[in-house]
């Protein structure tokens, strides 16, 4: 039913991941600052912050942090609904960026746990969404895995950017609602007691076979024979 083998999306989270290592190794071992990628909320010289802030992190804690949920939840994500991927990735990485800009507080947001916070709530969301057994396993999965992100919406730390969090949330569960049925449903297992019983085939000596042996023949007159 999928149409994304598991091998694939994962290879796919990997490359992107791969894609992060090797722009925050390559800006610092040529000593260029990442602060300009990040989002600074109000300022129209940051606003291509929006398409470059989760390319780029603060630190290598920064981005180890978030290195095992862009693969795990990028891999969940593209595994488990190939067809609303392809706009919900897009819509939950512009859509959180633009927020930011437009609501955050004042200072330098960057880093790609908006966008894990998009894909989390995302695959959730789905799962109660549509209830089908993969998207609910995969929902499931997520939430044990992951369910602490809640409590990353909340401004709980002063320099961890919760609006980032909060904002990929809201656009996670706005594109769970918007590509819920995007992705055909598994079809449905039907169980033994479900089916239909076989028709029984006639039996010769009780059906229209032995009424037709058994009816009396009715004469035939000739042309030209008195009744």
């Known amino acids: 039913m999928r149409q994304v083998p598991f091998k694939r999306a994962a290879a796919v989270a990997v490359f992107f991941t791969a894609v992060l290592w090797t722009i ?3 800006a610092a071992a040529l000593g260029f600052p990442v602060d300009g990628f990040g989002i600074r909320p109000g300022e129209l010289t940051s606003l291509h912050g929006v398409l470059t802030a989760p390319l780029a992190h603060a630190s ?8 095992l949920p862009v693969l795990v939840l990028g891999t969940a994500m593209l595994y488990g609904f190939p067809r609303a991927s392809k706009i919900a990735l897009p819509l939950i990485w512009l859509a959180s960026g633009l927020c930011v800009w437009l609501f955050a507080r004042a200072g ?3 880093g790609a746990s908006g ?7 995302f695959v959730f969301v789905m799962g109660v969404l549509r ?3 993969p998207s609910m396993a995969l929902a499931m999965i997520v939430f044990f895995l992951y369910g602490g992100m809640v409590w990353g919406v909340l401004p709980t730390e002063p320099r961890v950017s919760f609006e980032s969090h909060l904002f990929g949330a809201i656009a996670g569960v706005i594109a769970a609602f918007l590509f819920r049925r995007w992705d055909p449903l598994p ?3 039907r169980y033994e007691w479900e089916k ?3 028709l029984e085939e006639e039996d010769p000596v009780i059906g229209d076979l032995w009424r037709d042996a058994e009816a009396p023949e009715v004469p035939t007159r ?3 024979e008195d009744l």
């Open 131 to 133: 209830r089908d057994r």
């Open 187 to 189: 079809p449905r297992r």
């Open 24 to 26: 925050h190794i390559s």
């Open 115 to 121: 966008l894990t916070h998009g894909m989390m709530f």
């Open 60 to 67: 290598f804690e920064h981005l180890i942090s978030n290195t």
């Open 222 to 224: 000739r042309p030209n």
């Open 196 to 198: 239909e019983p076989a």
């Open 108 to 110: 330098n947001h960057l």
